[in-house]
């Protein structure tokens, strides 16, 4: 992909048929629906993968998919430190595919295409080297990274201010992205009963140059096809057309007689206020937004493209979130038990506008002038949805020999008519043999774990307003030369869709050896999808329309293997 883009990350495989199959990330307790983008890695302390259903249970309908947990830095309560990390580091593209020689391609032409070999006579002799196209699109390229981060505390009061600056030019000419963050996070105790974490995250990126997705108009593809037995160029100064193979226009056209540059500005952060109410009593509430607004232009040079175009985009989302948390913890003898009840509520809301044009009068100002355009279209979008979420969980530890967890979560989304609400149980066990006391002696095995566990993970993931009817406008003359507007059913309405549920069995085992120095993780999974939101297209002479339908079953089933170990480990090293 081009730089800036967001990795595609799938846990577990593939579970949805239609819908994105992505984890839910969540930042600090907070969920993000844009992702990790705007985070700079350097303002991560760790990273924590969910994918069993007892574990993903917590968060609903939303980790269907798997959850990525980030915990990102905080404050010191020793001292001052003051971090500058500063590094530059290259990139090449490796082991691309092998394509034909010049002149073996200006052979194949004449054997198996019948071109005139007279008018290939250059490139079958060797006098015009021809056009290698890949050496034309890729380069090196180059990263730059700087971050400044400032941490102070004391037992009662801690911070963490960090600054960060990325420039990436990409392995594909014209190719650019850049990113500006900053981070400020506070952590205070006010009174015996009250701790206060506010959290706020800032970052803008810009971005520039042509798309790299999976389709006939990506750059590599045209160039890995294209004929190396033309001139790049014509006399004229307009992009050459490959005379005998491929119909795209040429790769160096997208990536440098277009201009697509894209920017997006986020906010994201969050106040927790945490209540000591009793001995092993507390209640957290915890109250946070994800803001992000995309701006996206875009020009095309008929020179490059044969016609001249223009667009501009908008889309602004926010996500607000509040969860409060109920929590009892005690222990007595070697039993240890933990209580949560949570109650949850999230609202989205997403805009968009966009105007384009072709055919520009003056292709000078580029993408700014819409009125240059001779044909212009806009367009606007709105939607919202909210979720309400409510969860029950125990937890019971013996001895750190026997844990028992039992969660079960109820998600109601506005995304559905008529059954709005999903109810989803989850059990885990674990048992810790090498805390049995015929172990005491296996001096061999330093930890001996097994787990078991069983859930069902509901997902909402359809667009709003998709479960409701919608209708079409449409000209017709009825042979005549006057039109008359009518009215097609777009949309069935689907009122008792509901959610998509995935069933998840999962058994471990974990070892450990030499004082677990090193260690061996075995998973085996089994999840199956049940009520599959699948999109689904009615006959032509029923409209053609599409619609949602819970009909379909997914299953994956999978082995996992873990192995680390730390082979070095000193007082100053590890």
């Known amino acids: 992909g081009r730089p800036g883009n967001a990795a595609s990350v799938n846990i577990r495989g593939v579970n949805s048929i239609n819908k994105s199959n992505d984890p839910l990330y969540v930042v600090d307790g907070i969920v993000r629906e844009s992702g990790l983008d705007g985070i700079s890695p350097e303002d991560i302390q760790s990273m924590q993968v969910l994918k069993d259903a007892s574990s993903t249970a917590i968060y609903g309908a939303r980790g269907a998919n ?76 180059v990263t730059q990274n ?102 795209q226009r040429s790769p160096l056209a997208y990536l440098n007689g277009t201009q697509n540059d894209r920017q997006k500005s986020s906010v994201s952060g969050h106040i927790d206020l945490k209540f000591n109410i009793a001995e092993g009593l507390t209640f957290t509430t915890t109250n946070g937004v ?162 078991a566990s069983y859930g069902i993970i509901g997902n909402q993931d359809i667009d709003p307003y998709s479960t409701l009817g919608t209708m079409s406008s449409m000209a017709f003359n009825y042979g005549t030369g006057t039109n008359f507007t009518g009215y097609w059913s777009n949309t069935p309405a689907t009122p008792d869709l509901t959610w998509e549920k995935v069933k998840q069995f999962d058994l471990g085992i974990d070892l450990g050896f030499l004082e677990n120095r090193l260690s061996l993780s075995v998973d085996y999974f089994s999840k199956k999808t049940t009520d599959a939101l699948l999109l689904k297209t009615a006959p032509d002479y029923q409209g053609g329309s599409t619609y949602w339908v819970n009909a379909g079953e997914v299953s994956n089933k999978g082995v996992g293997v873990t192995l680390s170990a730390r082979i070095i480990q000193t007082r100053d090293l590890s």
């Not at 001292?79 to 530059?88: H, I, K, L, R, S």
């Not at 990139?91 to 691309?96: I, L, P």
């Not at 194949?108 to 050496?135: C, F, H, I, M, S």
């Not at 006010?190 to 800032?202: G, I, P, Q, R, V």
């Open 66 to 141: 798997g959850v990525v947990l980030v915990t990102t830095k905080q404050g010191r309560s020793s001292g001052t430190q003051v971090v500058f990390d500063a590094n530059v580091g290259i990139s090449n593209a490796y082991n691309m595919p092998e394509v034909m020689s010049t002149r073996a391609y200006a052979q194949a032409l004449v054997d198996y295409k019948g071109v005139d070999r007279a008018q290939l006579e250059g490139y079958l002799n060797g006098t015009n080297p021809g056009v290698d196209w890949l050496d034309e699109v890729l380069r090196t390229g």
């Open 146 to 247: 700087y971050k400044l981060a400032i941490s102070k505390g004391n037992e009662d009061t801690q911070f963490y201010v960090s600054g960060n600056y990325m420039q990436h030019q990409g392995v594909i000419e014209n190719t650019k992205f850049e990113r500006y963050s900053a981070k400020m996070n506070v952590h205070s105790k006010l009174f015996s009963w009250l701790e206060m974490t506010a959290d706020l995250n800032l970052s803008q990126g810009k971005g520039k140059g042509a798309g790299f997705n999976q389709n006939q108009w990506n750059p590599i593809w045209i160039a890995l096809n294209y004929s190396p037995t033309m001139e790049p160029r014509a006399e004229n100064g307009s992009y050459s057309l490959d005379p005998y193979n491929c119909i």
């Open 290 to 451: 994800d803001y992000a607004d995309r701006k996206s232009y875009s020009f095309g040079s008929s020179k490059a493209m044969g016609a001249s175009s223009m667009s501009n985009s908008n889309v602004y989302s926010m996500l607000l979130q509040s969860t409060n948390n109920l929590t009892y913890a005690h222990n007595w003898g070697g039993h240890s038990l933990t209580a949560t009840g949570v109650w949850e509520a999230t609202s989205y809301e997403r805009r968009s506008m966009a105007i384009n044009g072709n055919d520009l009068a003056n292709e000078s100002v580029g993408y700014w002038d819409v009125q240059n355009a001779a044909t212009r279209n806009a367009s606007n979008s709105y939607s919202k949805w909210t979720l309400l979420s409510g969860v029950a969980r125990v937890m019971y530890n013996y001895s750190d020999r026997y844990m028992l967890t039992a969660t079960f979560r109820a998600d109601g989304s506005s995304r559905f008519t008529n059954k709005k609400w999903g109810y989803f149980p989850s059990i885990a066990a674990a048992w810790t043999v090498t805390q049995e006391e015929f172990m005491k002696d296996v001096k061999a095995i330093s930890n001996l774990k097994i787990r």
